[in-house]
């Protein structure tokens, strides 16, 4: 791992030893038993237990795995193998989650013949604890987007799969001309849940391409969009776990899902490629 990891509080390349990091500096990380590393700093927490909980994790990783949204992981695969280096390339997800899309990356890759390096991040440690068991070859951190622990320059590709935008941040580890994958939910993403728990569902206009420049120049976007179906509760109830939706709901929308035993729901989502400048 010589010089693929970044210090967090002096931005010295960590140097590993079996399972520990240590930088030039003397600060010094230790691998948990899970097997990823902590490099969240305590005084950068907004919170004692930031990011998704545990509950929403296992959620999100029930949902995730019945593969509903396979099609638009292997869009996203594409996406990265078409873009990537001829030689072996180092990659970062950032708001990896449990791990579902890096994953499914990281076989990818694989199957594509390439040696490339994979890094999940998240600042959620529940997550990065249920990414750790679906792949031993990622190196998954839990670390804040807001300053990713690689040192300048050092990625050639960074994939942001429903995160928020910090486009300074993005930049910094990123190569000249290195690629950057934003995925967003377009206007009609979970429409049909959305009008079953709002009574009024309003248009976000969310504009990653404004928010982007002028550190990134747009290539290209990819609409990924169709429909699939749930056909028992439990899904129905997991999928609702897994967004924020479910922390706005009244009572009364409570008892009308645990009623639910189908639904039917459109995938609508904004694949785009942006190119460091």
């Known amino acids: ?47 004692k237990d ?28 594409q996406l990265v193998l078409d873009n990537l280096p001829v030689e072996s390339s180092r990659i970062l997800d950032m708001g990896c989650g449990e791990g579902f899309y890096t994953a499914a990356l990281e076989q990818a890759l694989s199957e594509a013949g390439r040696q490339d390096k994979l890094i999940g991040l998240d600042i959620s440690k529940h997550a990065v604890k249920a990414a750790c068991r679906r792949s031993k070859g990622i190196d998954w951190l839990v670390a804040s987007g807001a300053n990713i622990p690689v040192p300048a320059e050092s990625l050639d590709g960074l994939t942001v799969l429903f995160s928020r935008l910090m486009p300074d941040a993005f930049a910094k580890p990123l190569k000249q001309d290195a690629f950057l994958l934003q995925a967003w939910t377009g206007e009609r993403h979970l429409i049909e849940l959305r009008e079953l728990i709002y009574d009024e569902v309003r248009a976000s206009h969310y504009d990653p391409v404004k928010q982007l420049d002028p550190l990134f120049q747009l290539e290209s ?22 967004t924020p939706h479910s922390q706005r709901m009244p009572q009364h929308k409570r008892d009308q899902f645990a009623m639910l035993t189908d639904l039917s729901l459109t995938l609508d989502v904004k694949l785009g490629l942006f190119r460091r400048r």
């Open 50 to 77: 930031p990011g998704d909980n545990a509950e929403m994790v296992q959620s999100r990783r029930d949902f995730l795995d019945q593969g509903h949204y396979c099609q638009l992981s292997a869009q996203i695969n």
């Open 221 to 242: 976007i990819t609409d990924v969009s169709y429909g699939f179906e749930l056909n028992d509760n439990h899904s129905i109830q997991t999928l609702l776990g897994m």
């Open 1 to 47: 791992m010589s010089n693929l990891l970044a210090c967090p509080v002096c931005q010295q390349p960590l140097m590993q030893q079996e399972n520990n990091l240590r930088c030039s500096a003397g600060h010094s990380f230790d691998r948990a038993k899970q097997g990823y590393w902590n490099l969240l700093l305590s005084h950068k927490k907004k919170s």
